[in-house]
């Protein structure tokens, strides 16, 4: 999915950016909640989508 692969790739530049690492345990922490959240607002999404359509 392109959106997952946008969302990696930008946050993989903000850590870069900010801390000059590429990857960190904090960072994974809220990585890993925020695809939580994506993924349900995407499943919701698509439930919705279909049902409508």
Do not use: N, T
């Amino acid at each position: 999915m392109i959106g997952w692969a946008l969302v990696g790739i930008l946050l993989v530049i903000v850590q870069i950016a900010f801390s000059g690492e590429l990857i960190y345990r904090r960072f994974w922490r809220s990585f890993w909640q925020f695809s939580v959240l994506y993924s349900i607002i995407v499943y919701i999404g698509s439930i919705i989508f279909i049902l409508m359509g």
